[in-house]
T-cell receptor, first 109, second 116 residues
């Protein structure tokens, strides 16, 4: 299976804290994408990082990519209750996106 | 609203019946994707189209599943002789794209299928 893994599977933090999620993948990639999914809804694209990039920022989001370790991390700073959702990484190589099982983030107000 | 839309949002059917879902992508997007998602799992790729051509199909797409995108705009996903294991959320997404470059995808709200 080409499916990657997000770690941890579940994360619970207080509002205002930072949340870090990790993603490992198995194949070579063109890019890696992070998505958020609120319960029962479709996925929302957060950020795309290309294989030749090491770090990318978007607002309160920071994504890193280590192609030698086949891993990526997503950092959400100053978390809010509205950040409560599942977060998925999707790796894009020679096939369309392969998603892991996601990290379920709960931000407690 | 110019996002991806899916119809119906919910479908309950009996085992053995056929069901058809529709997806309307963002109009400028040339690629359209179908995924299946079960509880606690990430989306699993089923198939995708570039314009009207179906370029790739997953091994998950058994011969009971068929997808079309006849005019390169909306797409339909049909499941024949449904089984209880087909119960899942079926997600559609669209994007710009060409070659082996897969860009950010815009997802619809999904169709939740329950097979009794």
């Amino acid at each position: 299976s080409q499916q990657g893994e997000e770690d941890p599977q579940a994360l619970s933090i207080q509002e205002g804290e930072n949340a870090t999620m990790n993603c490992s993948y198995k194949t070579s990639i063109n890019n890696l994408q992070w998505y958020r999914q609120n319960s029962g809804r479709g996925l929302v694209h957060l950020i795309l990082i290309r294989s030749n990039e090491r770090e990318k920022h978007s607002g309160r989001l920071r994504v890193t990519l280590d192609t030698s370790k086949k891993s990526s991390s997503l950092l959400i700073t100053a978390s809010r209750a509205a950040d409560t959702a599942s977060y998925f990484c999707g790796n894009s190589g020679n096939t369309p996106l392969v998603f892991g099982k996601g990290t379920r983030l709960s931000v407690i107000a | 609203d110019t996002g991806v839309s899916q119809d119906p949002r919910h479908k309950i059917t009996k085992r053995g019946q056929n069901v058809t879902f529709r997806c309307d992508p963002i109009s400028e997007h040339n690629r359209l994707y179908w995924y299946r998602q079960t509880l606690g799992q990430g989306p699993e790729f089923l198939t995708y189209f570039q314009n009207e051509a179906q370029l790739e199909k997953s091994r998950l797409l058994s011969d009971r599943f068929s997808a079309e995108r006849p005019k390169g705009s909306f797409s339909t996903l049909e499941i024949q002789r449904t089984e209880q294991g087909d119960s899942a959320m079926y997600l559609c997404a669209s994007s710009f794209g060409g070659g082996r470059s897969y860009n950010e995808q815009f997802f619809g709200p999904g169709t939740r299928l329950t097979v009794l």
